[in-house]
């Protein structure tokens, strides 16, 4: 694919697997952050205005249907010419899988696995909707052996087409599990989708197929006219109770099958917990063969189940049964005759069931041609197709590029022709892993077969984060080819400087040219640094540290003692600090007074300035207040403190409130202008959140 993100949100990860109609990739939801499975509809199918609208409304349909047996469908949409469906992801394989992997299902795995079919069907059409499409493929299981139906809806979206013929090869994966009535193009009820389930069921006991053929019309005909292959109950591993229910829902007419999928599941937990009993009888709509005896002498007993009457029958009269069997025999066969009329009238045209005996047919050239073209050729002529792929370096993605027989050979119909169909080059678009871990980057190419290579550099990038990758995004290489990932180690270690003898902003000023960070945790006197200058660093100098490191310092208070300096009329923070620098503790009072434009310095002080003192000494200053809440709005919660502080105040509690706006004081308890004691604690009220340290 050459998008790899549909509608912004929907991420291509990984192929899952192709099918006729399209392509299944893993995903992500970026937006849910959750695994998804992504339906890709192939190309030829999107230019179909009448199929992509059955498509939309069927997908839509689908993806109402919440239950534990059927895998959710979350969205369908359309990206360009591409349309899509997103499906939950099942951890599991399909039962196909399982079928081909054990050849056979336990029957007590089978019954299991039959009923949670039958509950996911039984709910779908309970509203409305049929599958017409079950089959092992189409049947995930989870790994706590939960059963899954897949895509509802599709098969429904594809039926019209699929019995026109007007997809050439569409009908090729279902044909083995179409009802009779399904294969004539007759009105589809819930019991076509039970018909359905019972060759699922007989391939999971069996390990193979009822009916097989050399073409899709020669098995479409063997649903129809063919007697049903009923299984051998005396077989180790099937029961008479199950083979009964098989045999019943591959009866050729509807009504002769289950009435409802809840009714199955009822039947196949009676046949579990009663194995020896048939409840049902042989049925003698279309002849039917016997593999092996399948009646006991069984005496019959009523079912547990009372509101579910089930009919049982008992073979313990052989006689009565050969002399049926001879008059059903008779009347078997002309109901194959019959219905072989009505199918080869249905395939092959009206009054034409000569064809069946058609004279050879001419084999076209078809190399060249896309695999749709030639499929459509080769059934308009009567024969069938079968489809290889291999990657070539000269033939264009879906073109033929050979056949077998040759063109102009005279075959039989309803023979098949071998097309090799290129898949394109043989090789593999690269995806984009820049961005992502460099774990997560290898993973993905790995998983996409090739081989990655970690090239480090310092970067201001995140740590272990890939920079770049070469080759570049998007361009097909062979599998097994080296892609070179540029991970980031993050900014290079600087050395620690040497901080000793330095005034704090000049060490300041450095560190941040270095991104490094200073924290001064202690002043303590001196009598050989001056004061305000850097005493002791606790990272040694020359010493390689990552960007963001924080150095603690201590800084001189100067000798033990020192002259008091002055700080009459200076602000009360300027005060505050000269004190403090020169290593002695302010002690604030208050004086209330009128003279508005002494208010906010200090007036007096004691001792007098040049007083030597020992350092940490208290030094008292008077400051000139008005005695009044001062007016804050507007300001930030930082200056409104000072402010306050300026003020004989202190700043009391922060309350947040989404009134005005950038993190500004909105008011102040109590409100400016109120009189208060000085040294009272205001109440600041802050614009939205706590303003970031």
Avoid: W
Wanted: proline share 8%; with cysteine; aromatic share 6%.
């Amino acid at each position: 694919m050459i998008e790899q993100m549909f509608n912004n949100r929907y991420r291509l990860d990984a192929k899952l697997g192709e099918g006729g109609m399209a392509t299944v990739y893993c995903g992500t939801d970026t937006l849910l952050r959750r695994r998804v499975a992504i339906k890709v509809l192939r190309s030829q199918y999107a230019g179909d205005h009448e199929f992509v609208r059955r498509f939309y409304q069927e997908a839509e349909s689908a993806a109402r249907l919440q239950h534990p047996n059927i895998v959710n469908t979350f969205d369908v949409g359309r990206e360009g010419d591409t349309y899509y469906i997103v499906m939950e992801l099942v951890d599991g394989p399909s039962l196909a899988d399982l079928i081909a992997s054990d050849g056979k299902i336990p029957e007590p795995v089978a019954i299991d696995y039959a009923t949670q079919i039958c509950n996911g069907l039984a709910y779908a059409h309970r509203q409305g909707l049929l599958h017409r499409d079950i089959k092992p493929a189409n049947i995930l299981v989870t790994q706590d052996d939960v059963v899954k139906l897949s895509d509802f809806g599709i098969a429904r979206a594809v039926s019209q087409q699929t019995m026109a013929m007007t997809r050439p090869g569409m009908v090729m994966g279902s044909v083995y599990y179409l009802s009779p009535e399904q294969a004539q193009g007759h009105e589809l009820h819930e019991t076509s989708d039970l018909y359905s389930l019972g060759i699922v069921l007989y391939q999971m006991l069996t390990g193979k197929l009822p009916y097989s053929g050399e073409s899709p019309v020669t098995v479409a005909l063997k649903h129809i006219s063919d007697p049903i292959p009923t299984l051998n109950a005396d077989a180790p591993g099937i029961s008479p109770a199950l083979a009964a229910i098989v045999n019943k829902l591959l009866q050729k007419r509807p009504e002769n099958r289950f009435s409802s999928a809840s009714d199955v599941a009822t039947a196949l937990r009676e046949a579990r917990e009663r194995p020896a009993f048939a409840a049902y009888p042989m049925l003698d709509d279309a002849p039917t063969i016997m593999h092996g005896a399948f009646g006991r002498d069984l005496p019959s007993r009523p079912s547990r189940f009372p509101d579910r009457p089930l009919p049982y029958t008992s073979f313990s009269d052989a006689e009565a049964r050969s002399d049926r069997s001879r008059a059903t025999g008779l009347l078997a066969l002309v109901v194959v005759l019959a219905l072989a009329t009505v199918a080869g009238y249905f395939f092959f045209g009206r009054g034409e069931i000569a064809k069946i005996i058609a004279p050879p047919v001419h084999v076209a050239n078809y190399v060249g041609l896309s695999d749709a073209q030639a499929q459509q050729r080769i059934v308009n002529a009567g024969l069938a197709a079968h489809i290889t792929l291999q990657p070539s370096e000269t033939v264009p993605p879906s073109r033929v590029i050979s056949q077998r027989p040759n063109p102009g050979s005279s075959i039989a119909k309803d023979s098949t022709i071998e097309l090799l169909v290129s898949s394109g080059l043989p090789s593999v678009g690269l995806r984009d892993a820049r961005g992502l871990t460099a774990t997560d980057a290898t993973r993905i190419l790995e998983e996409d077969k090739f081989k990655a290579v970690q090239r480090l550099v310092f970067d201001s990038a995140p740590k272990e984060s890939v920079i770049s990758q070469d080759p570049l995004p998007g361009k097909n290489i062979r599998e097994g080819s080296t892609v070179t990932l540029t991970v980031s180690q993050g900014p290079p270690a600087v050395a620690m400087p040497n901080l000793v003898l330095q005034d704090v902003t000049t060490a300041s000023k450095l560190l941040e040219r270095l991104k490094l960070k200073i924290k001064i945790m202690e002043r303590m006197p001196s009598d050989t640094i001056p004061a305000g200058k850097i005493t002791q660093q606790d990272i040694a100098p020359q010493t390689r540290v990552d960007p963001g490191t924080v150095v603690n310092v201590a800084v001189s208070l100067g000798p033990a003692s020192a002259n008091v300096p002055s700080v009459s009329t200076l602000s009360y923070k300027d005060a505050v600090s000269d004190l403090q620098t020169a290593g002695f503790k302010p002690v604030v009072q208050y004086s209330v007074g009128t003279d508005t434009s002494v208010n906010g310095t200090i007036i007096q002080q004691s001792p007098d300035p040049g007083t030597p003192l020992p350092h940490g000494s208290a030094v008292t200053i008077l400051l000139s207040i008005s005695g009044e809440v001062p007016d804050t709005d507007g300001m930030s919660p930082a200056d409104a403190k000072d402010t306050l502080e300026a003020a004989g105040y202190r700043a009391g509690n922060t309350i947040f409130v989404p009134d005005g706006a950038d993190g500004r004081v909105v008011r102040t308890d109590p409100v400016a202008g109120t009189k208060r004691s000085p040294g009272s604690a205001i109440t600041l009220f802050v614009n939205n959140a706590p303003p970031k340290l």
